[in-house]
């Protein structure tokens, strides 16, 4: 079992940066993929990246690469997602998700909801423009 709590969120102005947390508890967290995703007001979760247990394999949704980083501390149990240059279009509730699955093997599925088994309870991000 793991259980996942985010920290980090709050009200900004457009171009800033926030870096988010997410702090992991369980035997075995340091070993699952960590992946972030977000849900705008009327809009689906939709993904926003993932990185592998190790650290060495990361994947993002277009319209945030080259503003937001994903990174993790397995000592911490923490993995972080580091979000620049941020825009009104990134105001959502951000959540943390795992699960012990590859995403190197996943052929994009880590992508969906469906492919992780724990979640966290999501912090609030908001941009003002």
């Known amino acids: 079992q793991v259980q996942l709590v985010e920290s980090g969120g709050g009200l900004v102005q457009a171009g800033v940066s926030l870096r988010l947390s997410c702090a992991a508890s369980g035997r075995t967290s340091s070993s699952y993929s960590m992946g972030w995703f977000r849900q705008a007001p009327g809009k689906e979760r939709e993904f926003v990246a993932v990185?592998?247990?190790?650290?060495?394999?990361?994947y993002y949704e277009d319209s945030v690469k080259g503003r937001f980083t994903i990174s993790r501390d397995n000592a911490k149990k923490t993995v972080y997602m580091q979000m620049n240059s941020l825009k009104p279009e990134d105001t959502a509730v951000y959540y943390c998700a795992a699960d012990q699955k590859d995403p190197y093997y996943s052929r994009g599925s880590h992508s969906y909801t469906g492919w992780y088994g724990y979640w966290g309870q999501g912090t609030q991000v908001t941009v003002s423009s």
């Open positions: 990185i592998n247990w190790s650290g060495r394999y990361t």
